[in-house]
């Protein structure tokens, strides 16, 4: 798997990790579903959903840790964003990235669990207030540094960056780059991304050639 692709899907990415992976996020080949509760991960309120998927924010009963929960449904999500998003973050380690945790996929069930930090705040397109010239540098030094770890250290092409995928959080409202399902892997010898994935509006004009 040199790069990600339409046709890769999760079980790809599982069975085949990365020689460059950094985050060994845990696979859970065992899926027990009680009351409100996943695992060892219990429910909260809905963080957010869509046509194949719905966010759940979640506590770990075993540490008392707030997580998102993403429960994929199979049939509808086999390949494309899901896949694409969990070779990228196994990729990568970084402070102001979202991290993956855990995947959870049992065989004979119709749905796939995804564990992730959770991140509370705000996306940046939903911000009320006007950022001071200070949050503003920092803002822009902490993307600087997590896309410098992405595509020099990673190797992972996001392709989607938009206030939508950033979001100022904690107590110091640090930035997040979250949402790597349009993302793409490359190699040294692959250095080129040729495929063009995102949101039309914010392409480079280069892309609409």
């Not at 991290?99 to 564990?115: G, M, T």
């Amino acid at each position: 798997m040199k790069r990600s692709d339409k046709n890769l899907s999760c079980a790809d990415v599982m069975r085949n990790r990365s020689p460059d992976a950094v985050n060994n996020f845990k696979v859970t080949r065992t899926l027990s579903c009680s009351g409100s509760s996943v695992n060892q991960y219990k429910l909260g309120k809905v963080a957010g959903s869509g046509s194949t998927s719905t966010v759940y924010k979640a506590k770990d009963a075993n540490d008392e840790e707030v997580l998102a929960l993403k429960v994929v449904k199979k049939g509808l999500v086999t390949k494309g964003a899901v896949p694409r998003e969990m070779q990228a973050l196994e990729r990568i380690s970084h402070p102001n990235i979202v991290a993956l945790r855990e995947v959870i996929d049992e065989s004979k069930s119709n749905q796939l669990v995804v564990v992730m930090q959770y991140l509370d705040g705000t996306q940046l397109n939903q911000l009320k207030r006007l950022p001071s010239p200070e949050e503003l540098r920092k803002w822009a030094r902490q993307l600087i540094s997590a896309l410098f770890t992405c595509h020099v250290l990673a190797k992972v092409c996001h392709r989607d960056i938009k206030p939508e995928n950033l979001k100022v959080t904690g107590a110091n409202n640090d930035l997040m780059l979250f949402d790597f399902g349009a993302s793409e892997c490359f190699t040294e010898e692959d250095d080129i991304v040729t495929t063009t994935e995102g949101t039309y509006s914010y392409f480079a004009p280069e892309q609409l050639k």
